[in-house]
Every structure is written in structure tokens, then in C-alpha cells.
T-cell receptor
Framework: AQKITQTQPGMFVQEKEAVTLDCTYD???????LFWYKQPSSGEMIFLIY??????QNATEGRYSLNFQKARKSANLVISASQLGDSAMYFC??????????????FGKGTKLTVNP | NAGVTQTPKFQVLKTGQSMTLQCAQD?????MSWYRQDPGMGLRLIHY???????DQGEVPNGYNVSRSTTEDFPLRLLSAAPSQTSVYFC????????????FGPGTRLTVT
């Protein structure tokens, strides 16, 4: 079974609007962390936001917020006020384990976001 | 700090050739790892290291070797390149205990013909 599922291969949004990218995960470990990365066409992996399984509040970083619903095992990324530069692939990933944590980051297949002017 | 650096940026190999992808970090991170990204896929872990002299296999280790003689460097060796190893390779590092971090290098695009 896939540990990270991103069900939207592609998404379109108008500039200045908000968009939600979906991510569901599967783990039996009570301690885990969820990441979102942006990969522009240039290819680098850019860290956006992190949510720990024990964090009480949803993570936010500027225009990025993570809608963490633990019971539903979902960790959706919300981008507010989309910009043309937000056009990229977006990956959800999970690390299991407490303390140092597992070294393995498990990635979803990604969502390609296109921001239209 | 340069962060995580990788060389080369691009490489073309013929089937059966060997080569080493270089990775270095200047953040004194204990953990280093190698991932590969195939078209339309997320990254998959190849090998990782939790410190100098200590390495372990990830999800897709076959056809690759690693060693970690220093904290800074973590080279990935392709022993006998195959077309199935055509991919983009990312090196990553983080500090032990900081499971909320993961720094990635810029990637190496490898084509095996």
C-alpha cells in the first residue's frame, strides 16, 4: 500500500486565488513528520513546510499552510494568493519515527500546479 | 555555507561504465542520503549514512555502492551502469535529532545509453 497518496496529478489556479493540494498518508507509527516540497522546472527540491504528528497547531510559513487532519490522515497544502512563480511540481513526503527519526523520506508522486495569469 | 553540493550536474554514460557521483555538505550534518527521482515519480531512497564509517541500504540500493570516510562527503558509485539507472540523483543531509529538516542538493541528471 502506498504510504503517501497525492490524488491530483495536475491542478490549475488563477493568479491571486488560493489553492489546496491534497495529500493522504498511511502509517501505524504514532510519531511521524510530514513535509511539502516544491520542485520548479529547474529541478531543485525546495522545502516549504513541516508538520509533526504531535504538533497541536497547523503549520504555517508565509503563504503556505498545512491543513493537518490527523484522524483522516490527511495533510493538505494550502497556498494563498497564488503567484505565477508558484507553478511547479509539489511533493508531499513523510518521515516515520521519533528521536532522530527514520532516515527514509517517503514521497508521493506529486501534483503539477499551474498558475494562470 | 554552500549547503549541499553535488557534482557533476549532468552526466551521460554508456551501459557497463562506472562512475562516482559526488556529494558534499559543510553543515557538519551527521545524516546524509542519496535519492533517485524517475520521471513522474517522487524521490526514492538509495543509501544513507548516519555518520562517518556507517552506511545502510534504502529502498532501491541495487547497483549502487556508498562509503562515508568523512562527515562532509558521501559519494555514490555506480558499479556497472544500466539504462534503468537513468534518473535524477539527489543528495540530502540533516542533523541528528532534527527530524523536521532535510536539505537537498541541486541534483545530478544521469543518462545511461
Amino acid at each position: 500500500a502506498q504510504k503517501i497518496t497525492q490524488t491530483q496529478p495536475g491542478m490549475f489556479v488563477q493568479e491571486k486565488e488560493a489553492v489546496t493540494l491534497d495529500c493522504t498518508y498511511d502509517t501505524s507509527d504514532p510519531s511521524y513528520g510530514l513535509f511539502w516540497y516544491k520542485q520548479p522546472s529547474s529541478g531543485e527540491m525546495i522545502f516549504l513546510i513541516y508538520q509533526g504528528s504531535y504538533d497541536q497547531q497547523n503549520a504555517t510559513e508565509g503563504r503556505y499552510s498545512l491543513n493537518f487532519q490527523k484522524a483522516r490522515k490527511s495533510a493538505n497544502l494550502v497556498i494563498s494568493a497564488s503567484q505565477l512563480g508558484d507553478s511547479a511540481m509539489y511533493f508531499c513526503a513523510m518521515r516515520e519515527g521519533s528521536q532522530g527519526g527514520s532516515e527514509k523520506l517517503v514521497f508521493g508522486k506529486g501534483t503539477k500546479l499551474t498558475v494562470n495569469p | 555555507n554552500a549547503g549541499v553540493t553535488q557534482t557533476p550536474k549532468f552526466q551521460v554514460l554508456k551501459t557497463g561504465q562506472s562512475m562516482t557521483l559526488q556529494c558534499a555538505q559543510d553543515m557538519n550534518h551527521e545524516y546524509m542520503s542519496w535519492y533517485r527521482q524517475d520521471p513522474g515519480m517522487g524521490l526514492r531512497l538509495i543509501h544513507y549514512s548516519v555518520g562517518a564509517g556507517i552506511t545502510d541500504q534504502g529502498e532501491v540500493p541495487n547497483g549502487y555502492n556508498v562509503s562515508r570516510s568523512t562527515t562532509e562527503d558521501f559519494p555514490l558509485r555506480l558499479l556497472s551502469a544500466a539504462p534503468s539507472q537513468t534518473s535524477v540523483y539527489f543528495c540530502a543531509s540533516r542533523q541528528y535529532g532534527r527530524s523536521y529538516e532535510q536539505y537537498f542538493g541541486p541534483g545530478t541528471r544521469l543518462t545511461v545509453t
